[in-house]
DNA sequence: TACAATGTGTGTGGTAGCGCACATACCGAA
DNA sequence: TTCGGTATGTGCGCTACCACACACATTGTA
């Protein structure tokens, strides 16, 4: 059985057209990404880029005073470090695995060229993926301001499920209230809850969920929103409303 | 005097070079920008693109409630409508003009034709702009999680008087609360303390900021990070992170 | 000058989430 | 098997904010 799974299994290098991918092949590097490190820290000036096959990233902004408070989410569905073609080589948060698993690592440098090349696709993708980001960021601002620690509870959840290969995450209550900017007996009242309700079964560190239709009409719209407008911005034939009209190759693999 | 102000007051528009400017004139239109307008909203596909000279617009996001919620601001440093050149054509928030004057319109296929000039200013520029606005969504989601209603109010003060041109903003307090995503009455109590303290004195929906540095003191830090950012973001000669080597001419007039 | 619309001040009770202090349960290593 | 670290449960007082209700003041308009 192979060592690292396979980058095809990131969804931006698998919807790159045939010869784009083999540009970039060389140059990508399989990494681990156990649990807990962190890949940049605020205002480090990026060397490469991350694409997830099986892990899930946080963007999480860390206050003067410790306070934390995750941005948006990253998995198999796009990349880490968009500051790297976006221009402005760092970011003010920082990033930090949340789900351990692998990721494909690609210098900085490659991924500019590749994102000027003639061949605009990867730019297409870049930019796209960059919108459905944004999309994330001004829902969790959203959602921080109008919504319950319980509906936010069931928000993130489905959010790292969306970004894992079963229905089983491993997060302590601690790191989840980390991520959600909010008092860890906060989040055990909210899983408590649920757990009651047989939507979830949890045990030191371990949670699965049981009934997702459940666990989506508990959470807040925020959910749903994302989904919907992440879906829509990587479906495979973009609309007539992108840049050039010139159509990617379905993925080859 | 001139009935629309010079369209390189807005800050995009001045830093392009001069051909580029030359190239995208023809296809400006002033366009007068009234307070409350709706410039696009949520889902819109995005015909134009639009370059405030002296006006500020919000994007908000209105929720299925009707509760709404701030998720940023553009002033003539920046542009609304990055959707167009993102690649999704709408977004799922509304854009609203927050404080009146007027802004250059330009066709969003122009603007992708800039965006992809073999040029690349335009892209740059877009594209650095777009990480402020990034940033500043970032920092307001954690805000929203953290900060208390006076904070964020200052903060909010802050963030519209370094895009207006004096130290008076025209605002009702029930405007702001729904920018806030808070209370009127909130808000209310909030620029109350803030008078109390001679820091801003306000009259019927205008509000004159008396003591700013006072206001960044009373301010989280929020405000202080994402003006950092915008100004690393938009200074006139970029870091050599930037995708092409090939510099900026300093902007004409 | 009357009047309605608009903008602001204030009070009262209710609640979600906080900070803190512990208690308890589980698990792996010596 | 004991023990210490880790994960979770629970209670208590506190505060910021909410929802609602209403008073009052300013402003433009009839």
Redesign the pocket.
Same mark, same amino acid.
């Given at each position: 059985m192979p060592e690292h799974p396979s980058p095809w299994q990131n969804h931006i290098l698998a919807a790159l057209p045939a010869a784009a991918q083999e540009r970039l092949l060389p140059h990508l590097t399989p990494v681990p990404m156990p649990l807990g490190k962190v890949i940049y820290e605020a205002g480090d000036n990026l060397e490469y880029v991350y694409f997830p096959t099986d892990c899930i990233v946080s963007l999480l902004y860390v206050m003067e005073n410790g306070a934390s408070a995750e941005i948006s989410v990253v998995g198999k569905e796009g990349m880490v470090g968009i500051a790297v073609f976006m221009g402005g080589g760092s970011t003010p948060s920082r990033a930090m695995i949340q789900s351990g698993g692998s990721a494909y690592r690609l210098p900085g440098q490659r991924l500019r060229d590749e994102f000027n090349h003639q061949d605009a696709s990867m730019r297409m993708l870049m930019l796209r993926y960059t919108q459905a980001l944004i999309t994330q960021m001004a829902q969790t601002a959203v959602c921080n301001r109008h919504h319950?620690?319980?509906q936010q509870l069931c928000r993130w959840i489905l959010l790292s499920l969306d970004r894992l290969p079963d229905n089983r995450l491993s997060m302590?209550? #601690?790191l989840i209230a980390n991520m959600l =900017?909010? !008092? !860890? #007996? +906060?989040v055990? #009242?909210a899983? +408590?809850k649920l757990?009651k309700l047989g939507v979830i079964e949890?045990? !030191? =560190?371990h949670i699965t969920v049981l009934d997702r239709p459940a666990m989506e009409r508990l959470s807040c719209e925020c959910y749903a929103v994302v989904k919907k407008e992440t879906d829509r911005l990587q479906s495979p034939l973009p609309p007539e409303a992108t840049v050039p009209a010139r159509p990617l190759n379905s993925l080859s693999r």
């Open positions: 319950t620690i319980d302590t209550q #601690e =900017g909010v !008092r !860890r #007996e +906060g055990t #009242e899983a +408590g757990q949890y045990h !030191r =560190g």
